[in-house]
């Protein structure tokens, strides 16, 4: 098969981690006889620094004609702290979900065996956790009106969501649900807000086309206690925008480190793969940022493409190398292995999955 992806390497420890995702792809390109193609563009602060805009119109271009977009990470303390900065990193992500109308945000959990001692949760609580956040990405509170007073002393932002907005992404849900152990949680507000009745109303409607699911809700107050009191009840979570940006940080701990988990970002036409993990500006340049988020991120963009064997190649690379207790040191402090290092590990093992790999 023959791709062209969009590389936007972004912020902080952004190049380094999609540099190994690269290499990975590399590797599976080789072995597997595919065309990979790398076309890299600017996006946040560094597109910021160098065009005054964190995500430049050559930039959007490439990404729309590209098959996929590999994204790394975004953001610089250097605007966190600047409440009158007008333009923002998190812009530039926020632009692109929404001019590629990337509108589901698939972000899988999974307690690794090797791992289980890593999360500061108890083994009998993670073990066999295993489940995926679908988080609605392109509406309610990140994109509604913001409003300062002239006084800079009120301010506001809209949640909004259309019957619309809540039905596409929740047919996915559905059907991810139904290709799972049928479990279908919707996560919302219901008690308190307009928006979360809507939720509740669209999502048991289109509840009614996958009889075979079983849909229950949970308020994310709740949610939150419950992902980690008891997550392997979970199969399939749907939510909102924001409370699923939330929940997915939390759910984090399950796995040991933030820096395990991917995402993938989907709508009608593009599709957009990135770890949850944001830019880590303390670790830039350190060799020390876990790639293994990114490299499962690229490993979602190969099964995206109907790339099974390919993508299951690159987990179980990850899995070996956990296994190994070839980590960054998130996941062991004692740890001698950098992010090139595991990088090479994973290329390495899947060119020669039948041989020694040697370290
Ligand atoms: C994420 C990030 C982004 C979000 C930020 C960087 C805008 O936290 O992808 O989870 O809030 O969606
Ligand atoms: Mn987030």
Known sequence: MKLNIAVLAGDGIGP?????????????????????????????????????????????????????VLFGAIGDPKYDNDPSAKVRPEQGLLRLRKSLGLFTNIRPVKAYPT???????????????????YRE??????????KLNDAGTVASDLCKYSEKEIERIAHLAFKAARSRRKK?????????????????????????????????????????????????QFDVILTENMFGDIISDE??????????????????????FEPIHGSYPQAKGKDIANPIASIL?????????????EAQAINEAVEKSLSLNIVTTDLDPE?????????????????????????
Request: hydrophobic share 45%; glycine share 8%.
């Open 335 to 359: 740890s001698a292995f950098g992010t090139q290092k595991i990088g090479d590990f994973i290329a390495d093992y899947i060119v020669n999955a039948e041989d020694e790999v040697c370290i």
């Open 115 to 133: 791992l289980i001692d890593k999360s500061p949760l108890k083994e009998s609580i993670i073990s066999g956790t295993d489940f995926t956040i």
């Open 16 to 68: 380094e981690v999609t540099a190994q995702s690269i290499k990975v792809l590399n590797a599976i390109a080789e072995t597997y006889s595919h065309s990979f193609e790398f076309r890299e563009a600017l996006v946040g602060a560094i597109a910021i620094d160098k065009t005054g805009n964190p995500l430049p119109e050559e930039t959007l271009d490439i990404c729309e004609n590209s098959d996929a």
């Open 297 to 309: 991120s690229a490993a979602m963009l190969l099964e995206h493409f109907g790339l099974k064997e």
């Open 184 to 232: 279908l949680t919707l996560v919302d507000k219901a008690n308190v807000l307009e928006t979360s009745r809507l939720w509740r109303r669209v999502v048991s409607n289109v509840g009614k086309s996958y009889e075979d699911v079983e849909l229950d809700y949970l308020f994310v107050d709740n949610a939150a206690m419950q992902i980690i009191l008891n997550p392997k």
């Open 137 to 146: 990405l392109t509406g309610g509170i990140y994109f509604g009106d913001k």
């Open 251 to 272: 759910a984090s701990v399950i796995g040991g480190s933030i820096g395990l988990l991917a995402s993938a970002s989907i709508g009608n036409e593009n599709a957009l």
